[in-house]
């Protein structure tokens, strides 16, 4: 069977069902709105500030931030303010003999200033997306053309050192997301023949062991998993161990909200959604032909006040699209100045009270060259040469905003004494239990995640992201050591064969990354 009719018969399996429609959104339409001093086209009321820009220091903190910011997320810091940690895509083909990639953090206070920054992973490379943990670990996701692609715990605060888990698979990592339910990591593979695989750890927070399976759909959309038997891909790639497995050529960003993963694949274009529950699969929209507003899919994230999931796109217009739970698709953001052109939106995340989006232009111009913050990394003089990445912030009136209860207050009753008999009176005591709401798991008929309502959730409960992270995590550091090497692997050590080919293919890739002027591609590409 050739490549081609494979694709074909995979991609037959899949169940269209109602898809998610143009329209203008919850925050209305930004034609004829005016880019900002940033250079962000925003909805009224939505303002924006550049967080960080590589090769420059980090506010006041001296640190200076990493080239080509990718995959990105918060944690809650426990006192009103979080940490946002975010990915370096430096691959390992761009500096040979060393890995120049890892992952970088911002802790901000409780009003959005800038505390301190710092790097939380050395020594790893190509670290694409990847995915918030509900034990407040940060999972780094290596995209790797040659050697190993693997998967990082991170600790956001920078305290533990990150651990790799090869027994999570070796690949093209993209993206993660964790089911806390279930107890299940669902990671996501940048390759046209890339698979969806659903990770099952032995001893659940711990990932240093367990069961790697990938998904299979059947012609009414019922989703199967079956087992990989060498995630370690030593001599056939775990996409090819599993027959009849379900094809998501070009895997992105992967999301988990209310029972459900959300997920992009960016050369058809197409979002879709598994409810865990039902394990049902559903294809929420499809983009295939340039389909407008939604092209160029990419990362994703989930505003969890309201359901909307948010899609960056790499390529297209670079926009970041709103996708509702009422299923209307439009533009939240855009970036028309040509000289992020050549380059993609990566990350977007909220911070935990979710009035602030987070997102990069990956290649967006700096003020230095990429030599001069790595000397292997020669892309010449301007315009090229300033393709360092830049971090926005966009702060403004999210629908699904947390608004923190206000603080208990104790009212003291004072006692009156008279000429006549004193009588003290007790204030009546009320006590109302906070209304309970019950909200349903996903229809694979939704065209985003179910939410209860579609207007601003502003009472809603605490907000869903990771609180203050652990002080340790996860025990993996000696699975990881005895895997180690010098090789192309990030520090973990799985050893791969590669041939002239593999090579070639890196080194188009390469120029892929200077050159490249939007739109999808079939191959791995950066993001």
Request: glycine share 12%; net charge negative; aromatic share 8%.
């Amino acid at each position: 069977v050739g490549a081609g009719t494979l694709t074909s018969a995979r991609m037959a399996s899949a169940k269209v069902v109602d898809e998610a429609q143009p329209g203008d959104g919850p925050y209305g339409s930004l034609e004829g709105v005016e880019p900002d001093e940033n250079g962000l086209v925003l909805p009224e009321g939505f303002t924006s500030r550049i967080v960080a820009i590589g090769g420059d220091p980090v506010g006041d903190t001296g640190y200076e931030w990493h080239l080509f910011p990718d995959g990105a997320a918060t944690f809650d810091d426990g006192e009103g303010g979080w940490y946002y940690t975010c990915n370096s895509e430096v691959f390992n083909f761009l500096t040979p003999g060393e890995q120049r990639g890892g992952v970088s953090a911002i802790h901000f206070d409780a009003d959005g200033e800038i505390l301190d920054a710092y790097r939380i992973l050395e020594g790893s490379h190509s670290n694409c997306a990847g995915g918030v943990t509900p034990w407040g670990a940060w999972l780094s996701c290596e995209e790797a053309y040659i050697g190993a692609g693997l998967v990082w715990e991170c600790d956001p605060t920078g305290v533990n050192e990150a651990v790799a888990h090869p027994a999570m698979g070796n690949w093209a990592h993209e993206a993660a997301a964790v089911d806390p339910v279930d107890e299940m990591v669902y990671l996501t593979e940048d390759n046209p023949e890339g698979l969806l695989y659903r990770y099952t750890p032995d001893a659940y927070p711990d990932l240093s062991s367990g069961t790697l399976e990938a998904m299979l759909v059947g012609d009414d959309g019922s989703v199967t998993w079956a087992a990989v038997p060498d995630p370690s891909a030593a001599e056939t790639p775990t996409r090819e161990q599993v027959p009849g497995a379900f094809l998501t050529p070009g895997g992105e960003g992967i999301w988990y909200h209310d029972g459900s993963i959300w997920f992009t694949t960016k050369t058809d274009n197409r979002v879709h959604a598994v409810d865990l529950r039902a394990q049902q699969y559903t294809l929420i929209w499809d983009g295939t032909g340039d389909r407008q507003p939604l092209t160029g899919v990419d990362n994703i994230t989930v505003e969890e006040g309201s359901g909307d999931l948010f899609v960056a796109e790499d390529g297209g217009n670079l926009e970041v699209v709103v996708i509702t739970p009422e299923g209307e698709v439009a533009p939240f953001c855009r970036i028309p100045d040509p000289a992020h052109e050549s380059s993609e939106i990566t990350g977007p995340c909220f911070n935990p009270n979710r009035n602030r989006l987070y997102f990069s232009s990956q290649r967006g111009p700096g003020n230095k060259l990429t030599r001069d913050v790595i000397e292997a990394i020669d892309w010449g003089d301007a315009p090229d040469g300033l393709a360092v990445g830049v971090t926005y912030e966009v702060t403004g009136p999210f629908r699904g905003e947390f608004v923190p209860p206000p603080p208990t207050t104790t009212t003291t009753t004072t006692t009156t004494t008279t000429a006549a008999p004193t009588t003290t009176t007790a204030a009546p005591t009320t006590t109302t239990a906070a209304p309970t709401t019950t909200t349903a798991a996903p229809t694979t008929t939704t065209a985003a995640p179910t939410t209860t309502t579609a207007a601003p959730t502003t009472t809603t409960a605490a907000p869903t992201t990771t609180q203050a992270p652990t002080t340790t995590l996860a025990k993996a550091a000696q699975t990881a050591a005895a895997a180690s090497d010098d090789g192309g692997g990030g520090g973990s050590g799985l050893v791969v064969g590669i041939g002239a080919a593999a090579v070639v293919a890196a080194g188009a890739a390469a120029l892929a990354l200077r050159n490249r002027r939007g739109g999808s591609e079939g191959t791995d590409e950066a993001g």
